[in-house]
């Protein structure tokens, strides 16, 4: 199944490059993939879609809190 991180361009933004690639990772765990090996094929295949490497963060940029958070609803993903 295509990922989105294959579907980036070279016109893609930052956020959309960053959001592709988590959302590859997310799907690949999910089929199976241990976490490392679904990093390693989903900024691959970013970088070779999109034709640049993975955007940088801006130095001094505050730093986004990640985690899950288990709800009534199921589970919930946290990002700060």
Do not use: F, H, N, W
């Amino acid at each position: 199944m295509p990922t989105k991180a294959e579907q980036l361009t070279a016109t893609s933004s930052d956020e959309e490059y960053r959001a592709a690639v988590d959302e590859c990772i997310r799907q690949l765990t999910e089929e199976g993939r241990d976490q490392a090996q679904a990093q390693a094929i989903c900024y691959s295949q970013a970088e070779r879609a999109a034709g640049k490497p993975y955007p940088r963060v801006a130095e001094g940029a505050p730093r986004r809190r990640r985690g899950t958070r288990v709800t009534g609803a199921g589970v919930e993903e946290l990002l700060r």
